[in-house]
């Protein structure tokens, strides 16, 4: 079965960087695009940044572009986001998610996704 496993948040001052990672297996990996969404506390979830399945092109949400950066390993089967000049309006749990058809690149809905991790928590506070 299809498994991700994100990893990387926690507690982060703003200005601050951390790099999250998404182990995947259970599915042949390089074949696929994958994206990060995120959820804060009481909102719903926004769609962040998704690259293809060769890494070659990388799409983001206007409020993190040029701060975040998506890659991808394919060769270790794990999806990065590198997230720099964190803001307090970055906290949320961020997920990531690869759809089933394989191809999302800017999402018309989060429902094209499939597939989902746990979650890892990332706060952005002084």
């Known amino acids: 079965e299809v498994q991700l496993v994100e990893s990387g948040g926690g507690l982060v001052q703003p200005g601050g960087s951390l790099r999250l990672s998404c182990a995947a297996s259970g599915f042949t990996f390089g074949s696929y695009d994958m994206s990060w969404v995120r959820q804060a506390p009481g909102k719903g979830p926004e769609w962040v940044s998704t690259?293809?399945?060769?890494?070659?092109?990388?799409y983001y949400t206007y409020s993190v572009k040029g701060r975040f950066t998506i890659s991808r390993d394919n060769a270790k089967n794990t999806l990065y986001l590198q997230m720099n000049s964190l803001k307090p309006e970055d906290t949320a749990v961020y997920y990531c998610?690869?759809?089933?058809?394989?191809?999302?690149?800017?999402?018309?809905?989060?429902?094209?996704?499939?597939?989902w991790g746990q979650g890892t928590q990332v706060t952005v506070s002084s």
């Open positions: 998610a690869t759809p089933l058809q394989g191809r999302v690149g800017v999402p018309a809905s989060l429902g094209q996704y499939d597939y």
């Open positions: 690259i293809n399945s060769g890494g070659g092109s990388t």
